[in-house]
């Protein structure tokens, strides 16, 4: 990095535990380094029990704001003043905003940044034209079902392994989400217009989904919001059956995009290619 900060200089990070794996601080620096910014975006991991003291300590506005991942996005929204309505449907916020006044603002950009993923990868995707199946029900999946609910989703369906955590999402969502089990997967595809795989299966070293992604309908866009591997078996499999795929990526920059303008006041440079830094700093090829 050439450039210098001066004391006037703007502050902005993510907080996770762990954090080290981060490609935030990778994407927000390069798009600072472009715009000549006097700011700098930097990675933070307090203790996991010191995370509310952490953000605590950082009401008046030291720092603009933080992304916010694993394991304290739950944490992120319940020690914010106010939550936005995105925040408060998803049930989590990635984003924490320092106020000059104290107040704390929590935002969630997940679910922007997901159907910004649609919009580059699948172009012509329309969220409001069929069903959405969602797998999984984390706090991603939440997120995912409350951003297609808000994008007119005809009917949101969410299957997960315990079936409990989907009806939990469903009965706070209202009348447009359904819980299912994975094992009712064939069915809930056969309408489909995007399957979403939401579970923390196909990351490096975890199991595999096994569900029968070729029972969708043709124009049935599949998205996996893992990225480490790039194209995970789940997507894999939608490429074999000849579906139009969305990764994790994406995703990632897609949240970051809102996140920067928020911190900095700018919208990011569309000319720099973070996804080929991202991919080299993950080691991956951008598919062929
Ligand atoms: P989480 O709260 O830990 O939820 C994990 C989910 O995966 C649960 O529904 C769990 O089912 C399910 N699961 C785990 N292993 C499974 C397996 N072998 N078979 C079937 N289901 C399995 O995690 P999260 O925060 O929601 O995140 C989920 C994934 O999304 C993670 O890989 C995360 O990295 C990714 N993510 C990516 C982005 C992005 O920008 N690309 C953003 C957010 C999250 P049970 O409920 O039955 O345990």
Same mark, same amino acid.
């Given at each position: 990095? /050439?450039?210098?900060?001066?004391?006037?200089?703007?502050?902005a990070?993510v907080v996770g535990?762990?954090?080290?794996?981060?490609? /935030?601080?990778?994407?927000?620096?390069?798009?600072?380094?472009?715009?000549?910014?006097?700011?700098?975006?930097?990675?933070?991991? !307090? !203790?996991?029990?010191?995370f509310e003291?952490f953000v605590q300590?950082l009401r008046?506005g030291?720092i603009a704001g933080l992304n916010v991942t694993?394991?304290f996005k739950e944490q992120a929204l319940a020690v914010a003043d106010g939550p936005t309505p995105a925040a408060q449907a998803a049930g989590a916020a990635n984003l924490l905003l320092f106020k000059?006044?104290g107040q704390i603002l929590a935002d969630n950009t997940d679910g922007a940044?997901?159907?910004?993923?649609?919009?580059?990868?699948?172009?012509?995707?329309?969220?409001?034209?069929?069903?959405?199946?969602?797998?999984?029900?984390?706090g991603?999946?939440r997120g995912?079902?409350a951003?297609?609910?808000?994008?007119?989703?005809?009917?949101?369906?969410?299957?997960?392994?315990?079936?409990?955590?989907?009806?939990?999402?469903?009965?706070?969502?209202?009348?447009?989400?359904?819980?299912?089990?994975?094992?009712?997967?064939?069915?809930?595809?056969?309408?489909?217009?995007?399957?979403?795989?939401?579970?923390?299966?196909?990351?490096?070293?975890?199991?595999?989904?096994?569900?029968?992604?070729?029972?969708?309908?043709?124009?049935?866009?599949?998205?996996?919001?893992?990225?480490?591997?790039?194209?995970?078996?789940?997507?894999?499999?939608?490429?074999?059956?000849?579906?139009?795929?969305?990764?994790?990526?994406?995703?990632?920059?897609?949240q970051?995009?809102p996140s920067?303008?928020a911190f900095?006041?700018?919208?990011?440079?569309?000319?720099?290619?973070?996804?080929?830094?991202?991919?080299? /700093?993950?080691?991956?090829?951008?598919?062929?």
């Open positions: 990095m /050439s450039r210098s900060l001066t004391g006037g200089a703007k502050v990070g535990s762990p954090v080290r794996h981060s490609l /935030s601080p990778l994407i927000h620096n390069a798009w600072i380094e472009r715009l000549g910014l006097d700011a700098v975006y930097a990675p933070f991991c !307090p !203790p996991e029990m010191g003291a300590g008046g030291a694993l394991p000059g006044d940044g997901l159907l910004a993923a649609f919009a580059r990868q699948a172009p012509g995707f329309d969220p409001a034209a069929a069903p959405v199946v969602i797998l999984g029900a984390g991603a999946a995912a079902a951003a297609f609910v808000a994008a007119g989703a005809p009917e949101v369906l969410i299957l997960n392994r315990t079936v409990a955590r989907a009806e939990a999402i469903a009965e706070r969502l209202g009348a447009r989400v359904r819980a299912l089990g994975l094992d009712q997967a064939a069915i809930a595809f056969a309408e489909a217009g995007a399957v979403i795989n939401a579970t923390s299966a196909g990351l490096s070293g975890q199991g595999e989904l096994d569900v029968p992604l070729a029972a969708t309908p043709v124009e049935c866009v599949v998205m996996d919001m893992v990225y480490k591997p790039l194209i995970t078996p789940f997507l894999a499999q939608a490429e074999a059956a000849g579906r139009r795929t969305v990764d994790g990526l994406a995703m990632l920059i897609g970051a995009v920067f303008t900095f006041g700018v919208a990011p440079p569309a000319d720099v290619d973070v996804r080929t830094l991202a991919l080299n /700093s993950l080691g991956l090829n951008e598919r062929i």
